[in-house]
């Protein structure tokens, strides 16, 4: 049987009987691996972090990390003899240290660390400063530099120390776009190049799609769903993930057989159903923007009511007789602009490759 790298069962944790965590469980099935938790500002997913690495006691639950238990019913390991680097969003550097006596510090616990028997990280000092766009730095104080400088450098402490667990918070919270995306590439390359397990606590999708081999979506005081970020988009599990994601609508639908719908406005829609249905079964559909094309030569033709450009993109709002409204996405270079009230034709037949319905 094939053990996985780390496993979390049943997290149950509360502060004054208000219960923060309820049954937290997922697992990671291999060293190297990168996990997101994505979801809303003060939900819990610090809360994950911290059980993880021993800063919080949990009420009841365990955690098993490369076939060692750190916590259960009957045993607690305490945070620094986890080898776990957990680098916080508040940016923890010591006041009184420069930029290199902060970074030497994880580097020194790494040596003096028993626990620690995975050897120096591939990349010295000065290779992680440059690859976090910071090397001027080395000789400044905490308080010498900008709070982004700041969350790279903890960056730099967390990663060098070469942890058997990297736990990042919002890791990118003070980075300008242009910027973050940079420190993404770098940090993917340094993680997988150096097989660092990781976990990343996020609230930006795009972040936890680029980084993640798996995504676990936070609701509720639950994972609600833990699976890869292609399914988490395409094939989320339930109602709340779509709501959380707020990007598509749900519409009424009959299974008339074997993949095939009807809806009174779109007619009949094909594609691949995730789940088994009844024929005559009444359903929601999901439909995102990417699932309906646009087709001026259709004779299916609805309103268009509103129109956000997103660079790359169009995102038209379609209106249609029974007052659904409609996502579609349209390359914005496309030949057909539409503007507000106009009418927008969408391809028939309807094809859905994925037909998700609750």
Do not use: W
């Not at 508040?90 to 028997?117: M, Q």
Request: proline share 4%.
């Amino acid at each position: 049987m094939m053990n996985n790298f780390l496993e979390i069962k049943g997290l149950h944790y509360s502060v004054n009987k208000e219960q923060i965590l309820n049954d937290i469980s997922f697992d990671i099935k291999n060293k190297g691996d990168i996990i997101c938790i994505l979801g809303p500002s003060g939900i819990g997913k610090t809360t994950i972090l911290k059980s993880i690495a021993g800063l919080r006691k949990i009420d009841s639950g365990s955690i098993v990390l490369n076939k060692k238990t750190l916590t259960d019913k009957d045993n607690f390991i305490f945070p620094e003899d986890r080898n776990i680097a957990l680098s916080f969003q508040d940016n923890a550097l010591f006041p009184h240290y420069t930029v290199k006596e902060n970074i030497e510090f994880g580097i020194k616990r790494s040596l003096f660390c028993s626990k620690n028997k995975n050897g120096p990280l591939k990349y010295n000092m000065t290779e992680l400063l440059d690859l976090f766009f910071i090397p001027e730095l080395k000789n400044k104080y905490p308080h010498e530099i900008s709070a982004g400088q700041s969350q790279r450098v903890c960056l730099v402490r967390s990663i060098i120390h070469n942890p058997d667990l990297l736990l990042l918070d919002e890791p990118f919270a003070n980075l300008d776009q242009n910027l973050k995306e940079k420190v993404q590439e770098n940090l993917k390359q340094i993680i997988k190049s150096s097989n660092i397990t990781t976990i990343v606590v996020t609230h930006d999708k795009y972040e936890a799609f680029y980084l993640g081999d798996y995504c676990g979506i936070l609701l509720n005081k639950k994972i609600v769903q833990f699976d890869s970020p292609y399914n988490i988009h395409h094939i989320p599990n339930s109602q709340e993930v779509v709501e959380f994601f707020n990007r598509g609508v749900l519409v009424p639908a009959e299974v008339m057989g074997k993949d095939t719908l009807f809806n009174e406005d779109l007619g009949e829609i094909k594609g691949k159903l995730i789940k088994n249905y009844q024929r005559g079964e009444k359903v929601k559909l999901l439909i995102q923007p990417e699932d309906l094309e646009h087709d001026d030569s259709s004779h299916l033709k609805f309103q268009v009511i509103d129109k956000k450009f997103r660079g790359t993109s169009f995102i038209y709002t379609l209106k249609t007789p029974s007052n659904l409204k409609l996502p579609v996405f349209v390359h914005s270079h496309h030949e057909h602009l539409h503007a507000e009230n106009e009418k927008f034709g969408l391809k028939t037949p309807i094809y859905i490759d994925h037909l998700v319905c609750f």
